[in-house]
């Protein structure tokens, strides 16, 4: 099987490990990788903050690469709920009034996955080999939760985690606070909304938080940091690439 990475803007500018260790990951089982950097952004900011012909020119840019990379390749997967949403949920409406690019939109939402979903419900697979010594949580990012309705296969991942104990927080649906532009425009209603997902990660008792979005990351690691917080952040990449240790 081949597959395109679409690697995330917050992923190359912030966290490329990420990337590296979705790499790793997807080469581990037997897939083969392949990543065209002329990829930019999916639109997602623009057309969230409600400027739709913005997000229209960006997506119809990421839409003509992502059909052209689909030529080659059998899937497009991606290590963030919230770009896959955006291509698999909103590209359609984008060009809602072209019928060739809305029925091009569909196809390519066809056959882009998160990577999770993607782990799981394509190549049918929960225990990848991971070996992780530590107690794990898991916050389910919103878009991946509520556009894409994901939520079993990462849990399905972490608990095959040879070694990880996994528990659940409280709340573990409970927003991040960061919502992109939204943390911008709301600061204070963003740093409540993250001091309250802190504080039910470290209720918890985990040592590490792991998360299938670099945007909940770093708004989560962030807030952890400032409270003195020893919870680490893990993308769920990274931890299904881990072979011992914490």
């Known amino acids: 099987m081949r597959v395109s990475l679409f690697i995330t803007c917050v992923v ?11 790499v790793e990951l997807l080469t581990r089982l037997g897939v083969e990788v392949t990543f065209n950097p002329e990829q930019t952004c999916c639109g997602q900011p623009a057309y969230n903050t409600g400027y739709r012909r913005e997000a229209r020119a960006v997506a119809a840019r990421t839409l003509d690469l992502l059909d052209r990379e689909l030529r080659t390749s059998d899937y497009v997967v991606a290590p963030s709920g919230s770009c ?20 091009r939109a569909r196809r390519v939402a066809g056959r882009f996955y998160e990577l999770s979903q993607f782990l799981v419900d394509v190549l ?4 990848v080999g991971a070996v992780f010594e530590g107690r794990v949580t898991y916050h ?14 990462p849990r399905k991942l972490i608990r095959a985690v040879g070694g990880a104990d996994f528990v659940e927080m409280s709340a573990p649906e409970a927003c991040c606070g960061f919502g992109g532009t939204f943390s911008v425009k ?10 309250d997902k802190a504080a039910d990660i ?5 040592e590490v938080v792991v998360a299938c979005d670099a945007s909940c990351m770093m708004q989560t690691a962030g807030v952890l940091s400032r409270r003195g917080s020893a919870v680490r952040c893990l993308h769920l990449a990274e931890l299904l690439v881990s072979r011992g240790g914490q």
């Open 12 to 22: 190359d500018q912030l966290y490329p490990r990420v990337g590296e260790a979705a």
């Open 84 to 103: 896959a949403a955006m291509v698999k949920k909103c590209y359609a409406e984008l060009f809602a009034r072209e019928l060739e690019e809305r029925e």
């Open 124 to 127: 049918g697979v929960e225990d």
């Open 140 to 153: 389910d990012s919103c878009h991946l939760l509520r556009e894409l309705g994901v939520s079993g296969a």
């Open 186 to 195: 709301h600061p204070e209603l963003s740093a409540a909304m993250a001091a």
């Open 202 to 206: 470290e209720r918890s008792g985990a």
